[in-house]
């Protein structure tokens, strides 16, 4: 069943916004009656039927809703250098939102390659992962902020990581046994983050930790950071 992204619920009715209601009618060529899925981003999901099926804003009669739809008991926040290249990037973006993640924050730090992003791509990037994999929260995307600013002014709570390939004393992340459900990793650029950064991160208290054996690139090691900790949390479940 075909699936579209709203934010627009109005009672019993689902209006989607001109680019979905353009795939809907124009591309998808759905009829009133035909039956679809829509998700709000916040973990409503809700089956139902056109019932106007207006190219520039379709409305969908509600038939059946689901509140909290695959809510997890966790928050998993990560703090990513971008890759030069953003194809690479919105790879991590598309593979994070399918394994689950709620909160992505770029950061630029002294060995970036790339400073600049389009948050309205990046966006699409996941809303279009979030529908494909049939999740119903939409993971929040921050705009980009420099290393420093943001291990200094990022809320000292939960358990706060930094990933890094330094020979220096760190904890395998797989290791790991948190004290509570809040999660903050930050994953550095191609070259990884300085010795400078490293120190900065960890007098705020940040932990650092290592991914495993293998050298991994950026993006890797944001979907590995992101499928450990969902494998943890899910193991600390049962």
Known sequence: MHIFYTKNIQGQIGILDEIESHHCIKVLRLKPGDEVCMVDGIGGFYEGIVSVPDHKACTIDIKQAKFEYGKRDFHLHIAIAPTKNIDRFEWFLEKA?????????????????????????LEKVITSAMKQSLKAYHPVLNHSVSFNDYVKSHAKTGTRLIAHCMEEEKLELIRIKPQNADFTILIGPE???????LQIAVKEGFIPISLGNSRLRTETAGVVACQIISDIMTLREK
């Open 97 to 121: 939102t399918e394994i689950g993640i709620d909160e992505i924050c770029p950061i630029i730090c002294q060995r970036s390659e790339r400073k600049a992003l389009r948050d309205d791509r």
């Open 191 to 197: 070259g990884d983050f300085s010795a400078e950064e």
